[in-house]
């Protein structure tokens, strides 16, 4: 295997990871309204089952990013051109996310949490929704000129596809988050993500079993058809799992689910990195988008020395974090009065 496809599955694979861990980041967020619905301390203690992990689990899109640049800079040029508002509108939202996370308990006010709940629903919503129009796109097919611009108004971007795929990631992600909860909460928190990932299975699968049927009828490979199985197997160990209460099972089961749907759209994907719906022959693939042969090597020795101590890094601290958290161990609120308070006193 050369360095442009090496560099495609390793890309492929920080995506992957980037789904699976920031999936579940994603659903407790959309989950808030439900789950915490009239409860600041229900809330409370779902921002808490993430708090010490979500802003490493973003580590993975940074690096991937980081990585799409050094290693495909045609691609990485012409998709963010490309998707400008898009992706200008997901990163605007993942800011407000961080921004709302880390400021929601500063200040000691009712309105001031609702307005940070909100920042974080958003925050959530958004890049769900967004990720899977994006990928679905890129296996769809772009309208991508012989300068590498892509072409045309932003209506040739949502096909039926392209939302499909978007509702596909969402529902996903919702799912994750739910099964999620399950493993980390106790009590009445726990029962209520058990309740709707009782409620949530069925829509689930439909939704995204059609969206990797037609990815697969429609632009797969021979063996990714293995993904579409491995991804309806991960639905079907969840679903079992969380109905036996084993809720460490029922996570390996969604998150083998986001792994055969991210697998999915890499390998129908591969070898182009962004086909071109005008003329084939303007398409992106591993070999006219990538860096100089020099440049992936040197990555590589410098990804093989270095990867290895983030995931342990990132492995000790879901260890050290693994515990269940309940309402009863959520501390009293803090944080700063109302700056209107202050300045009356």
């Not at 051109?81 to 997901?90: C, D, Q, T, V």
Request: proline share 5%; hydrophobic share 50%.
């Amino acid at each position: 295997m050369g360095m442009q496809q090496t560099w495609f599955v390793l890309i492929a694979i920080l995506f992957t990871g980037y789904f699976v861990l920031e999936g579940f980041d994603f659903g407790v967020g959309m989950l808030m309204p439900i789950i915490g619905h009239g409860s600041n301390l229900r809330k409370r203690v779902l921002l808490n089952t993430i708090g010490p992990v979500w802003d490493g689990n973003e580590v993975w899109l940074i690096t991937a990013g980081g990585t799409l640049f050094a290693a495909f800079p045609e691609w990485y040029a012409s998709m963010f051109s490309g998707f400008y508002l898009a992706l200008l509108l997901l990163l605007f939202s993942l800011i407000l996310r961080v921004c709302a996370i880390e400021y929601r308990g500063k200040i000691n006010d009712p309105k001031w949490r609702q307005w940070a709940d909100v920042g974080i629903y958003i925050g959530s919503y958004v890049p769900a929704l967004a990720w899977g129009w994006v990928f679905a796109n890129l296996v769809r097919g772009v309208p991508l000129g012989p300068d590498k611009y892509i072409t045309g108004s932003v209506s040739s971007l949502l096909s039926p596809y392209a939302l499909l795929g978007a509702l596909a990631t969402c529902s996903l992600f919702l799912f994750q988050g739910a099964v999620y909860l399950t493993l980390k909460t106790s009590g009445e928190v726990r029962d209520s993500a058990m309740r709707i990932v009782k409620i949530l299975i069925v829509p689930t699968a439909l939704i995204l079993g059609g969206f990797a049927l037609w990815t697969q009828i429609a632009y797969g490979k021979g063996w990714t058809w293995a993904m579409v199985a491995v991804a309806v197997l991960g639905l079907v160990v969840a679903f079992a799992a969380n109905a036996a209460g084993r809720d460490g099972w029922a996570f390996v089961g969604s998150s083998t689910t986001v792994v055969g749907a991210s697998v999915l759209l890499f390998g129908s994907l591969f070898p182009n990195v962004m086909p071109s719906t005008i003329n084939p022959d303007y398409s992106l693939t591993l070999y006219n988008a990538s860096s100089g042969h020099y440049t992936l090597v040197v990555m590589f020795v410098a990804v093989a020395i270095f990867f290895p101590f983030v995931l342990i890094y990132q492995g000790w601290a879901y260890w050290v974090f693994r515990g269940r958290i309940g309402e009863k161990m959520i501390p009293p609120n803090t944080g700063l009065p109302p700056m209107l308070t202050q300045l009356k006193g």
